[in-house]
Each structure stands twice: as structure tokens, then as C-alpha cells.
């Protein structure tokens, strides 16, 4: 959404007599004299100042300094993959190289990064380095976390461009789920069941964009199932969460489903954001007559007045016109359910709802989204 300068900041500092609103957008100038982020940039300046201004505690100042200095740090590494999509993988550093799991997220990293996705782990043992040893380095990513005690990275990362250190749990978390197209949970202890439900809690209230969430399991393995029944049985069951909402899981006991589920997402839809008081769902392809008809019926719930309208690039999204060549679904989003989003996002991935395009072999094969449970 575009963003509005905070003109109380401005004027908090006229109020005490000094005017830095001027000198601080000079300053900006000289390094960034075209940038389109002026206000924005502006805006963190001040903020900073009127930190500076109040001076009321250190530990405050070095919390900021520090969580600042990873953020930028963080984008300016991360700027020479932002082309690549990328999935996060979520898993036990204590799984020992000789148990299936490690084998299974092995395989899945090797296929993930056939598939041409690059895979983030927290860049530890277990989990995260078998995922990490099936892809290669030049399809991993590790986002390490620096501890009071000796920490080290996967062999497949250490040492490499394509390890960032985080001194914050908060700042790495922000990442973790900032550059996922999607995201697949291993079993795990205490770490991973946190990061499990901050993902779908960040998902299920609109905080961040909806991706594959895909729960992955050795066959017969029960870890995924038993959660997924405690779920359903109390947090469902008491009305905790909407039925809906356990649509944005999908459990599977393979490498090659996991990827297929990742894959399917992608068939057709592309991404989403937010235009004022619409939502924008971008397509790879139109959507037939029929479908639109189906969708305007059987997703009214979703929209909070109008119907759905497809169009194509209208010149409205200045920041991402690279995005252009997309066809548009567009409508007015109540927020709520994220879970029928998905089930939306499912149907308009159905090759047989695509404005005539002739299905191939490959499409049809991901046409039936696969189970929650």
C-alpha cells in the first residue's frame, strides 16, 4: 500500500524550535538523489532523531542500532537473489544423519533445487543440513543465529555468501518467512512447533502473504498427524479457529509430493497484494468465462461488496511494473478467511479454468489439490 508520511514527526521537532525536515532530505539527496523512497527514508531519520532527542536509554539505542544494521545488511546480501524463488525449511538440528528424516530432507533439497527453488534453513545440523547437503550451495541459503556459545554453520554454508548471521532471533525470524514462496516443516522440537504456528498465525490474520505451508513426514510417521488431530479436536472443535483455516496445511510422506504441492501453487497463480481497498491476485493465466462465473458464486463469502473482477495491468502498481504482463483477479477482500483465499488460489490453478489454453500431460497431473489430513 502506499505509503503516507508521518508529518508528525515534522512537526514535533518545529514545535521545539528546530527545523530538520529540510537538512535531513538534503542529506538523503546527496547520497540517494533520485530515490522514489525520499519520505520513507525521511521518516526513519527523524524517527531516529527524536530518539536521539529523548536520549532515554542506552540498552535501547544499541537494541535499535543492532536490529537496524541487520535489517540493511540483510537486504543488501539478499538483493542478489530476489529473482529466485525460495522455500524454508523448518526441521530438527538434533536428527542424526543415519535417521530417515535426514535422508528425507535431503532428497527433498535435491528436488527442490531441480524445481530451480533456492532452500533457507537456520544453517545448522539435522534437518537444515541435510536439506542443505541435498541442495548444493548454489541453491542454499542459511540464516544463522550467533549464540553466547561456539556456533557453527552446515558444512554445505559455512564460510560462503550464502550464510547471513543474525545477533536477533526476531530479525532472522522476519526473514525465515519474508523470503519464502513457501515453507516446509520437519518434525522437530520447541523451535520448530514456534515456528510452525508464528507462520500460520502470521498467514490466518492477513500479516503476510499466503504460501504453501507443507507439513512433511517419513511414511507411517504419525508426528504431523497427531498435531494436525489436536487441531482439529481443541482448537477447532472449540471454534479457537475457523474449519476453513486448516486448509492452509497440507500434509504429505514424501520428498516428490512436497515439491509437487509447491509446484502446483505456482501453476498459475503468482502473487498477491493489497491496492488501496482491493485485493490483487496476479495470474500467469486468464481465467475462463465459466470459472469467473463459478468464482462469483462460490467465493461471494470472500468479498466484502462487488464481485470479482479479472483485468489486466492498468498501470496502477508504479512499484512492481515488471509485473505487468499479468492478468489481474481482483476484489474486495474481507481479510478474514485465509484459508478459503487458498481454496481460491486452488481453483484458479486448475488448468481446465484457464482461458483457452489446452491442458499438457504435466498440468493435469496437478490438478486435484492434495488433503489436509
Given at each position: 500500500?502506499?505509503?503516507?508520511?508521518?508529518?508528525?514527526?515534522?512537526?514535533?521537532?518545529?514545535?521545539?524550535g528546530?527545523?530538520?525536515?529540510?537538512?535531513?532530505e538534503d542529506q538523503i539527496r546527496l547520497v540517494a538523489p533520485n530515490s522514489p523512497n525520499l519520505p520513507l527514508y525521511r521518516d526513519m531519520m527523524l524517527t531516529v532523531l527524536r530518539m536521539a532527542q529523548d536520549d532515554h536509554n542506552r540498552w535501547n539505542a544499541k537494541i535499535t542500532l543492532q536490529a537496524i544494521r541487520e535489517l540493511e545488511n540483510a537486504f543488501r546480501v539478499l538483493e542478489q537473489f530476489k529473482d529466485r524463488r525460495k522455500v524454508t525449511v523448518f526441521g530438527s538440528a538434533r536428527t542424526p544423519v543415519e535417521h530417515p528424516?535426514?535422508?528425507?530432507?535431503?532428497?527433498l533439497g535435491a528436488l527442490l533445487a531441480s524445481s530451480e527453488l533456492m532452500v533457507i534453513t537456520g544453517a545448522g545440523g539435522g534437518i537444515m543440513a541435510a536439506a542443505?547437503?541435498?541442495?548444493?550451495?548454489?541453491?542454499?541459503?542459511?540464516?544463522?543465529?550467533?549464540?553466547?556459545?561456539?556456533?557453527?554453520?552446515n558444512p554445505t554454508v559455512e564460510g560462503t555468501e550464502n550464510l547471513l548471521p543474525f545477533h536477533f532471533?526476531?530479525?532472522?525470524?522476519?526473514?525465515?518467512?519474508?523470503?519464502?514462496?513457501?515453507?516446509?516443516?520437519?518434525?522437530?522440537g520447541f523451535g520448530t512447533l514456534d515456528e510452525a504456528l508464528e507462520v500460520l498465525t502470521l498467514i490466518q490474520t492477513g500479516k503476510s502473504p499466503i504460501v504453501p505451508i507443507v507439513l512433511l513426514d517419513t511414511p507411517g510417521g504419525s508426528f504431523w498427524q497427531e498435531a494436525l488431530n489436536f487441531i482439529k479436536n481443541q482448537l477447532e472443535a472449540n471454534r479457537y479457529i475457523l474449519p476453513s483455516d486448516m486448509k492452509l496445511l497440507r500434509l504429505v510422506y514424501s520428498a516428490e509430493e512436497a515439491v509437487d504441492e509447491i509446484n502446483c501453487f505456482y501453476t498459475n497463480f503468482h502473487s498477491s497484494r493489497w491496492l488501496k481497498n482491493k485485493?490483487?491476485?496476479?495470474?500467469?493465466?486468464?481465467?475462463?468465462?465459466?470459472?469467473?462465473?463459478?468464482?462469483?458464486?462460490?467465493?461471494?463469502?470472500?468479498c466484502l461488496s462487488d464481485d470479482f473482477h479479472q483485468h489486466a495491468y492498468l498501470g496502477e502498481e508504479h512499484d512492481e511494473a515488471q509485473f505487468s504482463h499479468l492478468t489481474r483477479l481482483a476484489f474486495s477482500f474481507t481479510g478474514r478467511s485465509h484459508g478459503r483465499l487458498r481454496e481460491l488460489i486452488d481453483y484458479i490453478n486448475l488448468p481446465q479454468n484457464w482461458a483457452l489454453v489446452a491442458p499438457t500431460h504435466k498440468q493435469t497431473q496437478a490438478r486435484d489439490p492434495l488433503k489436509v489430513m
Open positions: 500500500m502506499p505509503y503516507e508520511p508521518n508529518d508528525f514527526l515534522s512537526r514535533h521537532f518545529k514545535n521545539n528546530i527545523d530538520l525536515v529540510g537538512k535531513v528424516l535426514y535422508a528425507l530432507a535431503r532428497d542443505h547437503e541435498g541442495a548444493g550451495l548454489e541453491y542454499s541459503l542459511g540464516f544463522n543465529i550467533t549464540l553466547p556459545f561456539e556456533q557453527h554453520a532471533f526476531f530479525t532472522r525470524k522476519l526473514f525465515f518467512v519474508k523470503e519464502a514462496d513457501a515453507l516446509v516443516l520437519c518434525p522437530g485485493f490483487v491476485i496476479r495470474m500467469h493465466h486468464s481465467l475462463n468465462e465459466q470459472a469467473i462465473e463459478h468464482i462469483q458464486n462460490e467465493f461471494a463469502d470472500l
